[in-house]
């Protein structure tokens, strides 16, 4: 099994940063696994964010989101990272993050087989 578990969400200011770990966990993960992050705000359904691939580190991101955010990995610590820069408060929501079976990055949340419980991130105008 793989446990992910994310931490750095918290409230702040429009224009602030945030930086969002996620730490995975269990004896089946691999560092070939890609790793996404999707975002659920209230009434609204789940999201893609940003996703980075397992062996090569490529990445991908939601149209609004791009230049803003990065998605990194860090493979010794099996913990992929989300800087969030220029935030927008309609970017509050709880931020999700999932890994998945396979090499390649993925957009979809049905293509991710492990999920994180969430951490929220609140943006105030």
């Known amino acids: 099994q793989v446990q992910l578990v994310e931490s750095g969400g918290g409230l702040v200011q429009a224009g602030g940063s945030l930086r969002l770990s996620c730490a995975a966990s269990?004896?089946?993960?691999?560092?070939?696994?890609?790793m996404g992050w999707f975002r659920q705000a209230p009434g609204k359904e789940r999201e893609f964010v940003a996703a980075i691939g397992g062996t090569y580190g490529s990445t991908a991101y939601a149209a609004s989101v791009k230049g803003r955010f990065l998605i990194s990995k860090d493979n010794a610590m099996k913990t992929v990272y989300l800087r969030m820069n220029s935030l927008k408060p309609e970017d509050t929501a709880i931020y999700y993050c999932?890994?998945?079976?396979?090499?390649?990055?993925?957009?979809?949340?049905?293509?991710?087989?492990?999920w994180g419980q969430g951490t929220q991130v609140t943006v105030s105008s």
């Open positions: 999932a890994a998945r079976i396979g090499d390649q990055p993925k957009l979809v949340g049905a293509d991710y087989n492990y």
């Open positions: 269990g004896r089946t993960f691999s560092n070939r696994y890609a």
